[in-house]
């Protein structure tokens, strides 16, 4: 099906994204590229900043307003989803053509964001029934908590917790 060849375990977000984009008239450039590059190496979701961020670390800077552009456009073509997590801030995930999907849990002390999969819970999800008039598109699950991190912090005293090791 796509002119490019398959990637490394199957993955082919990257290459699907960039020809969705086009066909839907968005002009291919630098940032687009960066973007798209970014998400498709991460495991799970990145803000705005993130993506700069990790422009930055790659040489290849761009700026946080064509960050913005492109997560938004990948976006308004399903091709990522958009996470809210409760702090205000919009984080976007890639969304594999194959359908898998995870959740996330948040620690509520440093913040720390990790995917998390459940076969149960998906599946009384899906077995879910809508309120009479609804029809159900997705389903977003955030669980809190505390990081083994901060867990471990909580049981110290705090000179210890502060003591370099
Ligand atoms: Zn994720
Ligand atoms: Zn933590």
Not at 16 to 24: F, K, N
Not at 93 to 107: F, M, Q, T, W, Y
Request: with cysteine.
């Amino acid at each position: 099906m796509s002119p490019s060849a398959p990637c490394p375990g199957g993955r082919s977000w990257a290459a699907h994204a960039g020809e969705t984009l086009s066909r839907a008239g968005h002009r291919s450039g630098a940032a687009r590229a960066v973007v798209v590059q970014m998400l498709d190496a991460s495991a799970c979701c990145l803000s705005a900043q993130e993506v700069v961020d990790r422009s930055r670390a790659a040489q290849h800077p761009i700026g946080v307003a064509s960050a913005y552009r492109v997560l938004e456009q990948l976006h308004s073509l399903h091709l990522v989803r958009r996470i809210d997590l409760g702090d205000g801030l919009a984080r976007y995930e890639a969304l594999s053509p194959d359908g898998e999907r995870h959740h996330h849990v948040v620690c509520v002390e440093c913040g720390r964001v990790v995917p998390f999969e459940d076969h149960r819970l998906e599946s009384a999800l899906s077995a879910a029934s809508a309120p009479p008039g609804f029809s159900l598109i997705e389903h977003d699950v955030v669980l809190r908590g505390r990081c083994a991190h901060c867990s471990r912090d909580l049981l110290l005293p705090p000179a210890q917790a502060v003591s370099p090791a």
